[in-house]
Structures are given as C-alpha cells and as structure tokens.
C-alpha cells in the first residue's frame, strides 16, 4: 500500500492506495495563509507541516497495514527557508506572495527577465523563488545569513521528514535552473544577483527524485514505521499531469484549481515566442512541461459566491440561469494581488467586470466570471502549444455545467478525469517509476464534446477578450509609470 499526499495552498490531501491503484482511504485539512498590506502572502511552516503528519496519520490509521511509500507532492514557486536542523527562519513566502513586484518590473525594463527566459525557458514572475529569495536578500539579508536552505513546499517537508537536504527537478527547474545540463545555472543567479547565495540552494537530484527513509521522530507524528521511504516529487501541477494520463508531447492538461493551470507536453527545452510560462522538468528525461499556470482559478469563484449571496452548490442553476455571453457582462480574471504571470507576465495586472447595468443579475456575474476563466484558459493553451489531448482534473472539473462551459469556450473536446485526486496519485506513480517499477494503474476519464452551436458566438467574444487584455495593460502600464513618478 501507498500514501500520496498533495501539499495544496489551501488544503493538504494524503490519499491511501492499493498495489493496484484503488483508493482505500482519504483525508483533508484546510491550511491559512497570511496576507500583507505589502503584498506580502505567506504560511507558517510548522503548521503546513503539521497539517500533513495530520493527513498521513489519519490515512494510515484506515489502512489494514503499513504503508511502503509515502509520496509528497505540493504547491511550488514561493521561497521556503530554513535552517541547517530544518526549522523555519521565517514564514515561507508563496508563490501569490507580491513583494518583489517592483523588483521583476526591474528586472523586465533592464532585460534581465529575458536573458532569464533566454536561458531557463521560464518567465521571471514575482511569486518565483529567485525573484523573492532577491528580495529578501534586499530587505532581510540577516534572515538569509541564518538560513541553510531555499527550496519550496515539498522539499521543505521532504527535509523535516526525513533530515535529507534535496529537491526534486520539477521544483528546481524555474526559474534558476539550466534546462539542458538539469543543474542550477551560475549565469542566472549572476543575473539575479544571487551568486553569493547559492549555498542555500539543495542538490538537484535526477533521474528520479529524492527518496530517503522516514526518520523515528517523524515517523511516530505520522503514524507510520520510521524507515519508510518517503519520495519528494514532482511538485503538483508535473503529478497532476502523470496522474491523468498526460504524457505524450503536445497533449495538455487544464487544472480548474486554486490556480488555473494550462500545460503541454513538450520534448522540445527550447524557447518559444511567448515571455510568460514556466518550462518545468518531469519524472522522464526527454520530457517537459510548457505551463502556463494563470494566477487565479477556483479562487475567484471563492471570493465572488459570498459576494452574491451564494454557495458553490448553486453554481449549476446560477450558469443555467445566464444565457452564453452573460447578457453583455465581461470580466478580466486577474484577481491575484501580485498581478498575473501567464499567458503574460504583469505584477499590476488587476481584474475588472465591465456591461454592468441595473438589471444585470448575480446569475450573470457569475456566468461571466466562469467565461472570463475559460478565455484565459484557451489564451494560455494559444500560449503553450496544445495540439492534441486536453485532460481536466481538479475542484472545478467535478461541475459537469463548467466543465461544459470550458469545452464550448475552448472548441474541443475535454477528457475528464475520474481520478479524484489527480496529485496525489501521480505522485506515488511518480515514486513507483522512478524506483524501476511499472504499476500500470488505469487513468479512468469521460469525455465532454463542446457544443458546436455555441462556435461562433465564443470566437468573437474570445477575439474581444484578447483586445480588452491589450487595452488594459496599457492602462496598467500607464499606471505603474504614473505611481513610480
């Protein structure tokens, strides 16, 4: 038996599986973030830590045995310090974390951000860990100097459980990683100027992953025999990919999560015209995913159901209560505090509803909101290259009515994933894999076709879309400049 957990921004999950790939057991806990007047995001370490020890005991207790393998999957990006014995120096920043803002503004008129690009594949954004770790260099350089490591979530966890210090080549590889010798880059922390702390920066382990054993004083937190293997990778949104079935070049995966995550298979580490993305190394060599991560999904919906005076339940009656085009209502999805990084990077991007008028129902704000998603979605996929295969997996794939409005927006059709926890599931497969085994658990999916009447009205307002995205960031460029002056 097998336990895959997936270190959400909001949720940790560990899920219980057989040698066969059936879910035996399951168990969540929420986890907080703290938000800054600053732009300042950030979760306390211990507590995601403890959250998982939580998840795990509580699966383990459900099993009729000891589990083999514990498999860590997670939220990446952001910057998660500790010390030489792994306790935190701080409160790990994350990748919605802001402050370095002004600093990849910077970066991006001085063409740092492009040699960046030039040489990682990725498009510097503020949530990614150089441009924090920079940032903390700037403003709390004696916190760095007590520090041992930078790494993120799951390495984090991965180094309290087991004492290794170590990180998976997923959560390395953007933005300070060399694609095509898979080593940390000396050019890029030159750029970034952060040559003088690469020391804190883990051994990238490849092939494979980390893997190490459970030590005693973690084992008996998560209620499994010390000497457990415990893997560390790949972080979410590659264990996502694997766990729906999404491995051949030019298939993609769309994750209806916190964030809204579009990404392809690629063999091809090369750049691509676009200066937005993240190109992310997998659990096979030849391998790569091209993501285009937007900054909010599922979240948005959280902060406008409330408004409206609604639940998620009555999500499926409010998009059948506004027709196609929500009666004229548009919105502009950038609702993160740190602006957005794909399909284009602008920490000042901001969200906006526009065709407002009195008889405007809450059925049209919310309609409008979903469609506003789903034109980001298909200007990401536009971004990174789709050719073939569009699985869907997360939270918002379980509404069959969005999961609908995505298909017609899109104009293809949509492999829905049955597998409930796509993460956690490509994490322990990730884990067997990489150790020489060959599970061949099934990937189940249905299929969702779009509705071809709907083509032509969804072509026009996407082209609509992509005309007011330009005239607003002109508008947020215009305002940047004024506040700098």
Not at 64 to 89: E, I, K
Not at 298 to 315: C, H, I, N, Q, R
Request: with cysteine; proline share 7%.
């Amino acid at each position: 038996m097998y336990i895959g957990v997936d270190i959400g921004t909001s949720l940790t999950k560990a899920v219980g599986y057989s040698v066969d790939g059936a879910q035996l057991a399951v168990h969540s806990v929420p986890t907080e973030l703290t938000h800054g007047d600053d732009g300042r995001v950030e979760q306390d370490v211990d507590a995601v830590v403890d959250s998982v020890a939580t998840v795990v005991r509580a699966v383990a207790d459900r099993l009729p045995g000891p589990p083999d393998l514990v498999a860590l999957t997670g939220q990446g990006d952001g910057c998660w310090l500790t010390g030489a014995d792994g306790v935190p120096v701080r409160p790990a920043a994350s990748w919605l974390d802001g402050r370095a803002a002004g600093l990849v503004r910077r970066w991006d008129r001085d063409g740092t951000a492009d040699e960046i690009l030039a040489r990682n594949g990725g498009m510097i954004f503020p949530g990614a860990s150089a441009a924090i770790l920079a940032a903390l260099d700037r403003d709390e350089p004696d916190v760095l100097d007590r520090a041992g490591t930078a790494t993120h979530c799951v390495g984090t966890v991965f180094g309290r459980l087991t004492g290794e210090r170590a990180i998976d080549i997923s959560d390395a590889s953007y933005p300070l990683l060399d694609p095509h010798r898979r080593a940390w880059s000396d050019e890029i922390l030159e750029l970034t100027g952060l040559t003088h702390r690469r020391d804190l920066l883990p051994p990238v382990v490849t092939p494979g992953g980390p893997a190490a054993a459970l030590r005693a004083s973690a084992g008996s937190a998560l209620g499994v025999p010390a000497g457990t293997t415990v893997s560390a990778g790949p972080y979410d949104l590659i264990a996502s990919a694997r766990g729906s079935g999404v491995v051949a070049p030019g298939d993609g995966l769309l994750i209806i999560g916190t964030t809204l995550a579009c990404q392809v298979v690629t063999d091809d580490p090369g750049p691509i015209g676009h200066r937005a993305g993240l190109l992310l190394g997998t659990w096979q060599a030849d391998r790569w995913i091209r993501a285009m991560p937007a900054m909010v999904g599922t979240a948005s919906l959280g902060w406008l159901l409330p408004l409206v005076g609604a639940d998620v339940s009555e999500l499926p009656s409010l998009l059948a209560a506004s027709p196609p085009g929500a009666r004229g209502v548009r919105v502009l999805p950038y609702w993160s505090a740190s602006g957005e990084r794909a399909p284009f990077v602008d920490g000042s991007a901001r969200g906006r509803f526009d065709g407002l008028h009195l008889g405007t129902t809450r059925a049209d704000l919310v309609r409008a909101l979903c469609e506003g998603l789903a034109f980001a979605a298909r200007h990401c996929f536009d971004a990174a290259g789709l050719a073939g295969r569009l699985a869907v997996c997360g939270g918002g794939a379980q509404s069959a009515e969005w999961t609908q409005l995505f298909a017609d927006v899109l104009g293809r059709p949509l492999d829905v994933v049955d597998v409930p926890q796509a993460g956690a599931y490509g994490a322990v497969l990730s884990a067997l894999e990489a150790r020489g085994e060959e599970p061949g658990w099934p990937v189940p999916s249905h299929a969702v076709e779009p509705d071809t009447s709907r083509a032509a009205l969804y072509d026009e307002a996407f082209a609509g879309y992509l005309e007011r995205v330009e005239r607003a960031r002109a508008e947020w460029a215009a305002t940047t400049t004024e506040g700098r002056a």
